[in-house]
């Protein structure tokens, strides 16, 4: 079973930062996409940021100028800087990633936004 390592969420007021990592077992080789999405009481699971192998980035737009997603491809690890963060990102953050036509979840990290 993969197990994907994540950490750094928390507790932060509105106008703070966090910083996510995820870290995958070195064993996984081609790692196409890790990215993570994130969970909200009652809402559904939606994809927040994605990073190919390449660096080629995406974000939801509700993020876009405020989170930066990278990973060392080295390490198999990617990492989420968020800032100016809002009452409204407040949400479980799942790590995952895609290889060949697998993909895996992290165990979840929560984040919330205090007002």
């Known amino acids: 079973q993969v197990q994907l390592v994540e950490s750094g969420g928390g507790l932060v007021q509105a106008g703070g930062s966090l910083r996510l990592s995820c870290a995958a077992p070195r064993n996984i080789y081609s790692i196409s996409s890790m990215g993570w999405y994130r969970q909200a009481p009652g809402k559904q699971r939606d994809v927040v940021a994605t990073?190919?192998?390449?660096?080629?980035?995406n974000y939801a737009d509700s993020v876009k100028g405020r989170f930066t997603i990278s990973r060392d491809n080295a390490k198999n690890t990617a990492f989420m800087q968020m800032n100016s963060l809002k009452p409204e990102d407040t949400a479980v953050y799942y790590c995952n990633i895609r290889s060949g036509l697998y993909q895996y979840w992290g165990q979840g990290t929560q984040v919330t936004v205090s007002s």
């Open positions: 990073i190919t192998s390449g660096g080629s980035a």
